[in-house]
């Protein structure tokens, strides 16, 4: 096993676009602090990173659309 020092690999901050240590000593890696993690939780309990999708009619029948013609 090598010894090397290599200097820490750095990311953006998915949050702020801020500098970010990705390194197990960064317990909030990807993310450049607490409140960074917890502004992307709070993003996604409020269901804001969704992907699009069209809503099918009120009156569409039920069934498995990758069967029907």
């Known amino acids: 096993m090598s ?3 290599h200097p820490p690999t750095m ?3 998915p ?3 801020g500098p970010s240590v990705f390194a197990p ?9 607490e409140r960074c993690r917890n502004i992307d939780l709070g993003a996604w309990a409020n269901e ?3 992907m699009p ?3 099918p009619p009120e009156d ?7 069967t029907e013609d």
């Open 11 to 13: 990311v953006r901050c």
């Open 25 to 33: 000593g960064n317990k909030f890696r990807p993310f450049c602090g």
């Open 3 to 5: 010894t090397d020092n």
């Open 48 to 50: 804001e990173f969704r």
């Open 15 to 17: 949050t702020c676009g």
């Open 60 to 66: 569409a029948p039920f069934g498995d659309p990758r």
């Open 53 to 55: 999708a069209q809503t």
